[in-house]
């Protein structure tokens, strides 16, 4: 992973699920700078401080706000979007995210999926 800080936001309303995802990241000893959100409205407010490169995104969070949802991502462009699921979630709303998480995941597979985010990120806007 590159060692500029990257900023990212969980948008989780779980504290536990929070505190996991902050642990496993915390350790990987990368330069993270992480906030926590409980909605949509909180991550625009978040984000307007501090440009997420990548938000972890409970897909629950989105049910009936998928337009909301897709006029965000338009509007942060730049932004990775890895969806956090621990329950059944229609293909459909997982198919808007970059990647996904499952809560039964090992904190490996996470990392990975930090590091495919941000090297995609990095190709995009080389491009």
Known sequence: MSRKIVNIIIVETSQIIYE?????????????NILMADNLSELQQLNLRAKADIVFINPVLLQN???????????LDN?????????????????????????????????????????????????
């Open 79 to 127: 932004t990775r979007w890895i969806g956090i699921v621990y329950t059944f979630i229609d293909q459909q709303l997982l198919s808007m995210f970059d990647g996904v998480i499952h809560i039964n995941d090992s904190p490996n597979k996470l990392n990975k999926a930090i590091q495919e985010q941000l090297s995609q990120a990095e190709h995009k806007n080389n491009n």
């Open 65 to 75: 706000l998928t337009k909301d949802f897709q006029s965000l991502r338009k509007e």
């Open 20 to 32: 996991g995802i902050f642990s496993i990241l915390t350790k990987t000893g990368q330069p993270f």
